[in-house]
C-alpha cells in the first residue's frame, strides 16, 4: 500500500469515530437518570484523559525531538494554547453553543495533520498515534451527539448525517499533513506541539470542568482510564518513556 494511500486511510478511519460515537450515542437513554447522567461525564473525562495521554506520549515528545529540544518546543506550546483562548474567546462573544463539538474540531484538525506528515516521514509513532484519535474522537462524538441532538430539533438522522461529514475533515487534513508537512520536518515538530499547547487549553477549560460531578467517582476515574489507554498503547508499541 502506498503511503499517500495510507494516510488517507488511517485520517478517514479517525475521522469515523466521530460519527461512530454518535451513532452509540442514539440509541434509548439509560435509565436511571443518575446513571445516565454519570456515565456521560464519565465519558468526556475518559476523551480527556486520552487526549492528555497523546499529548504526553506522542505529540510533545515527537515534537520536542524534530525541533532539537529548542526554546522554538515553549513557543510552539504557549502559541497553541493562546491561539485556542482566542478562537474559545471568539466563539463565546457569539455564543457558541456546542463547545464539545468546537473542542473536538480544534483537536482533530491538527492531529490529522500530523498524522498525515507522520506517514510520509514514515515514523513508527503512527499505527499509536491513529489509534489514539480515533480512541479520543469516539467519545467526543458520543458527547457531541448529545450537544447537538436538540439542536437538530431532536432529528437523530440529520445530526448523524452532519456528523458522518465531519469525517472528510480527517482525509483532507491528513493529505496537506503528508504534502507539505512531511518535507518540513521542523514545521511538523511546531504543529505537533502547538496542538499540544492548544489541547492542554481545552482539557482544563472545557473537558475537565464537564467531566466533573460533586461526589461522584467515575469521572475523574475515567481522565485516569483515559490517560492509562494511551499510555498502554505506548508500551505494547516498545516506546521508551516519554
Not at 483537536?107 to 510520509?120: C, I, K, Q, S
Amino acid at each position: 500500500m502506498s503511503p499517500l494511500l495510507t494516510s488517507l486511510l488511517l485520517t478517514f478511519g479517525a475521522g469515523a469515530a466521530i460519527p461512530l460515537g454518535g451513532f452509540i450515542a442514539s440509541f434509548e437513554r439509560i435509565r436511571p437518570r443518575w446513571l445516565e447522567r454519570e456515565l456521560r461525564h464519565f465519558i468526556i473525562a475518559l476523551g480527556g484523559g486520552i487526549l492528555l495521554g497523546a499529548v504526553a506520549v506522542v505529540l510533545v515528545p515527537e515534537g520536542q525531538a524534530l525541533l532539537d529540544d529548542s526554546l522554538w518546543v515553549m513557543l510552539a506550546l504557549l502559541s497553541g494554547g493562546l491561539v485556542f483562548f482566542a478562537i474559545e474567546r471568539l466563539l463565546g462573544l457569539r455564543r457558541r453553543a456546542a463547545p464539545q463539538l468546537m473542542g473536538m474540531l480544534l483537536d482533530f484538525v491538527p492531529e490529522a495533520l500530523a498524522l498525515g506528515a507522520l506517514v510520509a516521514l514514515e515514523s513508527p509513532t503512527v499505527p499509536l498515534l491513529a489509534l489514539l484519535i480515533a480512541l479520543q474522537n469516539l467519545p467526543e462524538g458520543f458527547n457531541a451527539y448529545r450537544e447537538l441532538i436538540p439542536l437538530s430539533g431532536q432529528n437523530p438522522v440529520k445530526t448523524l448525517r452532519f456528523m458522518a461529514r465531519l469525517t472528510l475533515i480527517g482525509p483532507v487534513a491528513g493529505l496537506c499533513g503528508f504534502l507539505f508537512l512531511g518535507a518540513l520536518p521542523a514545521l511538523l515538530g511546531f504543529v505537533m506541539l502547538f496542538a499540544s499547547g492548544g489541547i492542554l487549553y481545552l482539557i482544563f477549560q472545557d473537558i475537565a470542568p464537564q467531566a466533573r460531578l460533586k461526589k461522584h467517582w467515575a469521572p475523574p476515574l475515567g481522565a485516569v482510564v483515559g490517560f492509562c489507554i494511551a499510555l498502554f498503547g505506548h508500551l505494547i508499541q516498545g516506546g521508551s518513556h516519554p
